[in-house]
């Protein structure tokens, strides 16, 4: 009997520098069904994927090297791409004009993961 593979949910882009958090957005993301492209580590790199990359969805850590990661959400923005903003600050975190995407806090869990990625994607679609 061979085994069917189905087809990814869609691509997510991670946009993180810290490797335990990039790895276990990676096997989260995964395990709910989605392929993911990335982890983009460093805000050059971010700004090419966001640019390039055949995504669907994106998550993007507030803070990428001592950097914010807004002009990576600008470039998504224009793309019409839904994403989500990775943060232990919260909201106080995130500019005023991205405060209405969804904030996934950390730490989080795979549920917390699953209903942003899902309320980014409905709010574009």
């Excluded at 982890?39 to 390039?52: G, V």
Aim: charged share 25%; proline share 6%; glycine share 6%.
């Amino acid at each position: 009997m061979t085994e069917q593979r189905q087809a990814p949910a869609g691509r997510v882009l991670i946009v993180e520098d810290e490797m335990m958090i990039s790895m276990l957005l990676e096997d989260l993301l995964q395990e709910l069904g989605y392929e993911t492209v990335g982890p983009a580590t460093i805000p050059e790199r971010a700004l090419a994927m966001a640019r390039s990359e055949q995504i669907d969805a994106a998550i993007l850590d507030v803070n990428l090297n001592g950097q914010n990661t807004f002009p990576v959400a600008e470039i998504l923005h224009e793309r019409g791409i839904p994403f989500v903003f990775a943060t232990g600050y919260g909201t106080d975190g995130v500019a005023e004009r991205f405060r209405n995407r969804p904030i996934l806090s950390k730490p989080f869990h795979r549920d917390d993961l699953d209903r942003a990625v899902s309320r980014a994607r409905l709010a574009v679609e």
